[in-house]
């Protein structure tokens, strides 16, 4: 019913930048919240950053003042700028939308995840 397509991961040297990119589709009636997650070998999965309908977001400590969420609803996407990028950014990237579709008559709201794209921040 919906998904969501990410792109833009890749290797980059440290000091380096990337953008991400994540791409929803389907039968989406609105989009809530987005965001991104990430996860490195052997770790949990962590928030990086979350944005809201209306752009009010939040970061973790560890990527403050380095990444910065954005969105585009008239395309359904969300975008992660990351600068200064250190290697234990190394992660597989989620992107991760909560979306309200309509069934018949009626609303749901599902919580929908990407496919993930692998950074690597190494020289």
């Known amino acids: 019913q919906v998904q969501l397509v990410e792109s833009g991961g890749g290797l980059v040297q440290p000091g380096g930048s990337l953008r991400l990119s994540c791409a929803a589709s389907?039968?989406?009636?609105?989009?809530?919240?987005m965001g991104w997650y990430r996860q490195a070998p052997g770790k949990e999965r962590e928030l990086v950053a979350r944005i809201i309908i209306g752009g009010s977001t939040n970061y973790a400590d560890s990527v403050k003042g380095r990444f910065t969420i954005s969105r585009d609803d008239d395309k359904n996407t969300v975008y992660l700028q990351m600068n200064s990028l250190k290697p234990e950014d190394t992660a597989v990237y989620y992107c991760n939308a909560d979306v309200r579709i309509r069934v018949f008559v009626t609303y749901r709201d599902l919580d929908v995840w990407g496919q993930g794209t692998l950074v690597t921040v190494s020289s």
């Open positions: 389907g039968s989406i009636v609105s989009i809530n919240d």
